[in-house]
């Protein structure tokens, strides 16, 4: 078993005020889904605060299939007009963190930043770590950029 880490930073724009931009995303399941690989996402009721629960359909090559399965605690700021997340110890075999931040680019559109950061644990021999590293990097930047476009085009249809 490895840990592999990961991070992605990206911005972006959404053709939508930066209030209903923000409104959106404090919908955790209806954004949440629009990830690639989502299986589900459920509420963590014995938890308290906004606590969600996510699972993945299984990824990865042949015989190093693994399921991955987290929770995060989520919070709102509607003066910085952020979301954050946090990890939920004992859950799952991942960890991630991020968040959003939004700003008004101009009144019809939100500009934003987007940073999540992950550590997943593996089933991968030790001397599989620098591929299973580089690919995992690989992908989950290709998974956060089909978000931010699935993102774009959920707020433009609301």
Avoid at 1 to 15: G, H, N
Avoid at 30 to 57: C, I, K, N, Y
Avoid at 64 to 91: E, H, K, M, N
Wanted: charge should be neutral; include cysteine; charged fraction near 20%.
């Amino acid at each position: 078993m490895i840990r592999v880490p990961a991070e992605v930073r990206r911005s972006f724009r959404l053709a939508v005020p930066v209030g209903a931009a923000f409104a959106h995303l404090q919908d955790v399941p209806r954004w949440a889904r629009l990830f690639p690989h989502v299986e589900s996402v459920d509420p963590l009721p014995a938890r308290e605060g906004e606590v969600w629960q996510w699972t993945m359909e299984p990824l990865g090559p042949p015989g190093l299939q693994v399921r991955t399965v987290y929770a995060c605690r989520y919070t709102f700021d509607a003066a910085t007009r952020s979301v954050t997340w946090t990890p939920v110890d004992g859950v799952g075999n991942a960890a991630f963190a991020g968040g959003v931040t939004l700003a008004e680019a101009d009144r019809q559109q939100a500009e934003g930043t987007l940073w999540l950061e992950a550590a997943l644990e593996i089933p991968a021999p030790r001397f599989m770590a620098g591929v299973v590293r580089a690919a995992l990097a690989v992908e989950f930047g290709r998974m956060t950029d089909r978000f931010l476009e699935n993102l774009a085009k959920q707020v433009r249809n609301v």
